[in-house]
């Protein structure tokens, strides 16, 4: 593991990537959704955004987490700041960020009509996905979906103060304790 901007740069993109990963399992079970929840779509789709979003923050938490453990080893001698998550969240959302905005070059350039508002609308819901339930809350404008981005890089921040610190929460909470305990009862009896 080394300090070079390529290879950080690299450990920021784990982010992007964890990122698409929900995108993709957002977009597959999305139309199961669709059938489960005929009569209220806009609930369905506000409720599997949480899920999705639990399953992203887990990914990129762990991920970072996974990432500060190793560059605080004395071996590596990077020395990294507790808060070089956050920059890696920044650096991991740019490209996130920059797709959106091809949503509003392409209306700039191409001049979708007014009668297609409602489609651009829910591409950009689609591309939101993992986030589109923050958005709903915050506002029903457009602006909602890129400050909801936001969000990301605190995501990443908190993962990578949990692996500087070695923070676990499995661990605080003692639940690998109770599952010891299970397996040790059964092999008893």
Do not use: C
């Amino acid at each position: 593991m080394d300090n070079k901007v390529g290879s950080q740069i690299k450990r920021a993109l784990r982010v992007t990537g964890d990122y698409f990963v929900s995108l993709i399992i957002f977009a597959v079970f999305s139309s199961i959704v669709f059938g489960i929840a005929k009569e209220n779509i806009e609930k369905g789709i506000y409720v599997f955004s949480i899920i999705i979003f639990l399953i992203m923050f887990l990914m990129i938490y762990t991920n970072m987490s996974d990432i500060a453990f190793r560059e605080k080893r004395p071996q590596y001698k990077l020395n990294p700041s507790p808060y070089k998550g956050f920059l890696y969240g920044i650096i991991g959302t740019i490209p996130i960020f920059l797709i959106q905005l091809l949503y509003y070059l392409a209306d700039v350039v191409l001049y979708i009509p007014k009668e297609f508002f409602t489609i651009k609308r829910r591409i950009l819901q689609a591309f939101t996905g993992p986030l589109y339930w923050l958005a709903k809350i915050i506002s029903y404008n457009t602006w909602a979906y890129h400050v909801v981005l936001l969000v990301i890089p605190v995501i990443a921040g908190l993962g990578y103060l949990a692996g500087h610190y070695e923070f676990y929460i499995m661990k605080k909470l003692k639940i690998f304790n109770k599952i010891k305990r299970k397996n040790e009862g059964k092999r008893k009896k």
